[in-house]
């Protein structure tokens, strides 16, 4: 590979958006480099659903067809680093990664965001299995009458106005969280139980869970806790570039336009790092908009 002349994108990360970015661009046989750091959001997940044609996959069986059929194309090529720094403008962009410095003419952010799970014994490691935070990827494998919703932000209303057509629903509370005046009437409204003692832990074998620890020692039995962490982009490179940023419910995502396009000229964006609304096929598809749209820039 010759770092020193530009591909025409180079595409930062290399899951759902990134991988579905760069095939539009290998298929209209422009070079196009990957830079993946192998951390894809859903790793924590022992199977991804919902995905057309490979519902209850592993999230890594799913990336590896899709890294075997875009890197047999011959202009497409991929480092696993992690790219550490960006700058530079359109047809004349440079990145640092810990190894090597590559230069592009058009870039593709598709980096994701990493969840900032709340602190509660237990709740990490049963993060993706027994502690779940989307009914549409995981709620049909554990629908029934002992779901619980963790409160931590005032979206927990919402996230068990959602759940609770999987099965039965407590909301319990994070120590010190107060719901405010509309969500407690959104909760009132819908008759959902608020447990009214704080949470102090989860237990269960494994990844799984059999029963949450109130404070007062008291132990209620749930198949399921959901939350709705706060996320934040996975690295500073939009900063870095000064793409703007749109505030999310749950945290900054990267602006873009209809094209997937960001503020800046020649800096396109896809996935949860460019979206309020993250999974994996919606991610994909802003992927394949934003190839489309970075093969057509380079057109002009
Ligand atoms: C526990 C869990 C389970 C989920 N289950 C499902 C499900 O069943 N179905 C579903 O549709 N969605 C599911 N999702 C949502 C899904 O994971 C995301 O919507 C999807 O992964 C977003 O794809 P992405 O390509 O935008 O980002 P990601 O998949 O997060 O990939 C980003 C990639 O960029 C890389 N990267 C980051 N920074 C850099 C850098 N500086 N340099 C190089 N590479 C970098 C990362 O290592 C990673 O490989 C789940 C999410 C979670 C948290």
């Known amino acids: 590979m010759d770092q020193g002349s530009p591909f025409d994108v180079v595409v930062i990360g290399g899951s759902f958006a990134g991988l579905s970015a760069a095939m539009q ?45 875009l890197f047999a194309y011959p202009t497409a090529s991929l480092i696993n680093e992690t790219v550490m720094s960006a700058r530079g403008e359109k047809d004349a962009f440079e990145l640092s990664t810990s ?8 870039l593709i952010i598709a980096v994701g965001v990493s969840d900032q799970l709340p602190n509660l014994p237990g709740l990490k490691e049963k993060w993706g299995q027994g502690v779940l935070h989307c009914p549409y990827c995981h709620g049909y494998e554990i629908a029934g009458d002992r779901l619980g919703v963790f409160a931590t932000s005032n979206i927990a209303a919402h996230q068990a106005h959602v759940v609770r057509d999987w ?3 407590t909301v319990f509370l994070q120590d010190g969280f107060v719901f405010d005046a509309d969500a407690q009437g959104e ?38 806790l959901f939350v709705a962490p706060q996320t934040e982009m996975s690295t500073p490179i939009a900063t870095q570039l000064y793409c703007e940023t749109t505030p999310g ?4 995502f990267i602006t873009v336009d209809d094209w997937q396009a960001t503020s800046v000229p020649g800096v396109f964006a896809a996935g949860d790092a460019a979206s309020g609304w993250t999974n994996a096929t ?16 380079l057109l002009r």
Do not use: W
């Open 25 to 69: 661009i290998a298929r209209a046989r422009r070079s196009v480099l990957v830079i993946d750091s192998g951390k894809p959001r859903n790793r924590f997940a022992s199977h991804s659903h919902g995905f057309l044609a490979q519902d209850g996959k592993t999230p890594e069986e799913i990336l590896t067809v899709a890294r075997d059929q």
């Open 99 to 106: 190894g090597n410095v590559v230069y592009a003419k058009r």
């Open 167 to 169: 099965g039965k629903v």
């Open 187 to 224: 909760l009132e409204k819908m008759g959902l139980p608020v447990e009214p003692v704080p949470l102090a832990g989860i237990e269960g074998e494994g990844r799984d869970i059999s029963h949450v620890v109130l404070k007062d020692g008291r132990k209620v039995a749930l198949d399921a």
């Open 249 to 252: 419910p749950l945290g900054d």
């Open 282 to 297: 919606i991610a994909s598809a802003a992927g394949v908009q934003a190839g489309v749209a970075a093969h057509q820039s």
